[in-house]
């Protein structure tokens, strides 16, 4: 009735399993094929496969969070006071949700998130929550999470479609051709694709690229259609899709095509802080509270490419927070909880060589944390990974190509992320406008997603992996995992297990989904009494399917509430297997030729043997191997509502 053209949804829900078919990700799909563009922030629980719906779904602008650090220097925030006085901004904020969907997909970019300002009322009677950090009334207010880059991004999206109005005769863009616009013109911070999806959002190359379809304008980026390549590999085998590029500009471009990959390893740090909320050293936060702080230095070595840093303690009960410090002192990433937890963890994209600073803070007193804390620090390098064909592109002004990608598939198995990169020649290099660090410009970068499947050949398979932390949030169901293989007609059972070998204690569930997309197995391990109280916890959990549909299932699994704080990662195991299970009787009746006595009861012994990495609940149905019709019985109110005139209710 209002006749949007855009909508933002600053929320979302993280079911489990997500095969986003929820009426909010069914709605916004016929919302996108009405030609409204929907943005959705992805969430703010971290890195951990955390996208919520409706960011999940395929046709929404997903939108993860940037960092501002220069608030935190305005306020003197976070153990800002501990740098130097400079910032880097423009990195992936701590607490920006993101990694990969249950379907297979990723963010599609990021946008300013933490933290920023917002403009507010002080008078009470209008707004209750407008105070300053002293607790006076304030007409600004911090403002930050993916519910700020949300916001942000849907007023680029009305920029972007005013734009392409006023170039193209007051015709509108298609909702999917907005976000291909705004994703195509995002600035490339360097940082893995499932972390930063396509990069960071830049209004301004969005609006000109708009003017530019068509009408050949002053854009010199290009199109690329799809914004985001989601593929399927088999072990040992290549994962292929195409990209068209469109050139916008009014001259002829050369375009260079090429694959990067972000997983190389360079340099890893362990280490043990042990930290003292009593005699640590202090500092006071911009609360007037004071902080217990301990320094951890590591090394960065030249090439790196990225910079991945993380904490586990023995929570949850007190918070310990990361900060990290670059070699002149510059104040580069925050972990910024979200709750009450026991792991944090953040990204930095092209760090300076040399010798870093993690500080580590807690409160003091009772309400802060003692004791030893886990530090990893890991640098790795940005190479090439895959074929592009062709790799050089000469297009005249609007001539559109295709470019074959053919990436190889995840070791191990499940998802991995590349990004297709695409730079026009000549393209230069412009300053972040929040201070610190540069961005590519005019590059366009394509996440590709690789979902490598589980091979059952000979009907069994084995698979192994690991999973960081949360930051706290309460509720979402992450870190979170999921496996994709195929069942062949005619399998007897499908068997499958997960178990957790550095943690024992660790509470998670499982699911597996059909190829219909509906889970038919759920199980925890977690066991509870009569009253519901969970009394211990397994070291797995397992899934069982007797005759299960062909086609292509997914093994679903995922940690509700803080991991165990003792390591920085958590390996586990996974066991997928299609042999009948191992069931014995006898005594059974087992031929017609079979005289049962009339009165007299007929014993039979039923045996099971339990193959599986957890115990299990088995139970006999005594049910014959034919089948027969059974009427459908309906036992009625005895007040009969088909009829014009009820009988009084007593």
Same mark, same amino acid.
């Given at each position: ?18 095969? +986003? ?78 990694? =990969? ?25 209008? @707004? ?10 304030? &007409? ?102 195409? !990209? ?8 002829? *471009?050369?375009? *260079? ?35 217990? @702080?301990?320094?951890?230095?590591? +090394? ?58 993690? !500080? ?12 030893? #804390?886990?530090?990893?620090?890991? &640098? ?52 972040n406008p929040f201070g610190g660090g540069s961005a590519s410009g005019n590059t366009t970068q394509v996440p590709i997603v690789v979902r490598t499947l589980v091979s059952l050949r000979g009907g069994n398979a084995t698979f192994?992996?690991? =999973? ?37 204690? *660790? ?18 391990? *977690? ?29 679903? =699994? ?13 390996? =586990? ?5 299609? &042999?009948?299970?191992? #069931? ?28 599986? #990495? ?19 019985? !309906? ?16």
């Open positions: 009735h209002d006749h949007a053209h855009v909508i933002n949804e600053s929320c979302g829900s993280n079911q489990c399993p997500d095969t +986003t078919d929820d009426p909010t990700a069914v709605f916004n799909e016929q919302l996108v094929k009405a030609g409204i563009v929907v943005v959705a922030s992805s969430g703010d629980a971290a890195f951990e496969n955390t996208i919520g719906s409706p960011a999940s779904a395929p046709d929404v602008i997903s939108v993860g969070a940037s960092t501002q650090v220069r608030l935190y220097g305005q306020t003197d925030s976070n153990g800002f006071q501990l740098g130097n006085g400079e910032y880097r901004s423009d990195a992936v904020s701590a607490l920006s949700s993101s990694g =990969f969907t249950q379907p297979g997909r990723t963010i599609d970019l990021l946008a300013p998130g933490d933290l920023g300002w917002a403009l507010c009322s002080p008078d009470p009677d209008v @707004y209750l929550d407008c105070t300053d950090n002293s607790g006076n009334p304030s &007409s600004l207010q911090e403002f930050g999470g993916t519910s700020e880059s949300a916001p942000l991004t849907a007023g680029a999206a009305a920029l972007v479609i005013q734009a392409y109005r006023d170039s193209h005769h007051g015709s509108s863009p298609s909702a999917l051709l907005v976000k291909q616009i705004i994703t195509s013109t995002a600035d490339d911070l360097g940082l893995p694709a499932d972390v930063q999806g396509a990069g960071l959002l830049d209004a301004l190359r969005a609006v000109k690229a708009a003017q530019a379809i068509g009408t050949h304008g002053s854009s010199d980026d290009v199109l690329a259609s799809p914004g985001q390549l989601d593929l399927t590999a088999s072990p040992g085998q290549n994962a292929s899709g195409t !990209v068209k590029v469109t050139n916008l500009s009014t001259k002829t *471009q050369t375009v *260079q095509a090429s694959i990067r990959s972000t997983g190389r390893v360079l340099n890893r740090t362990n280490a043990t802080v042990a930290i003292d909320a009593n005699t640590s050293p202090t500092f006071v936060d911009q609360l007037g509270r004071p902080r217990a @702080y301990e320094e951890k230095s590591f +090394t960065v070595p030249r090439g790196t490419g990225n910079l991945h840093a993380s904490i586990a303690w023995a929570g949850p009960a007190a918070i310990v927070r990361l900060v990290l410090l670059d070699p002149s002192g510059v104040y580069t990433a925050y972990s910024l909880p979200q709750g009450s937890g026991n792991f944090a963890e953040v990204i930095v994209p092209t760090p300076v060589s040399g010798t870093w600073t993690a !500080v580590l803070f807690t409160a003091t007193g009772t309400a802060g944390f003692t004791g030893n #804390v886990a530090f990893s620090a890991t &640098s790795t390098a940005n190479g090439s990974a895959g074929n592009v064909s062709p790799s050089r592109l000469t297009l005249r002004p609007g001539q559109t190509a295709s470019v074959r990608v053919s990436v190889p598939p995840s070791s191990p198995v499940g998802d991995a992320a590349e990004a297709l990169v695409l730079t026009p020649a000549g393209s230069n290099n412009r300053t192994n992996g690991s =999973f960081g932390g949360g930051n706290g949030r309460a509720g979402i169901p992450a870190p979170g995992e999921t496996y994709a293989f195929d069942v062949p007609r005619g399998a007897p059972n499908l068997f499958v297990g997960v178990t957790v070998t550095g943690n024992p204690n *660790q509470a998670m569930y499982a699911f597996l989904v059909d190829p219909n997309g509906e889970p038919v197995s759920e199980q925890t391990n *977690q066991r509870a009494d009569a009253s519901g109280n969970v009394t211990s916890l397994q070291p797995g959990v397992q899934l069982d399917r007797v005759n299960p549909q062909a086609g292509r299932w997914q093994l679903v =699994f995922a940690v509700l509430g803080p991991v165990a704080g003792t390591s920085t990662t958590t390996p =586990f195991r996974g066991v997928i297997s299609l &042999s009948p299970a191992t #069931v014995k009787a006898t005594g059974l009746p087992a031929s017609s030729r079979t005289r049962l006595a009339a009165g007299k009861p007929v014993t039979a012994a039923v045996s099971f043997v339990n193959n599986g #990495v957890t115990d299990a609940s088995v139970f006999v149905d005594g049910r014959l191997a034919t089948r027969t019709d059974t009427d459908l019985v !309906v036992t009625n109110n005895p007040y009969t509502f088909d009829t014009d005139i009820l009988p009084p209710f007593p």
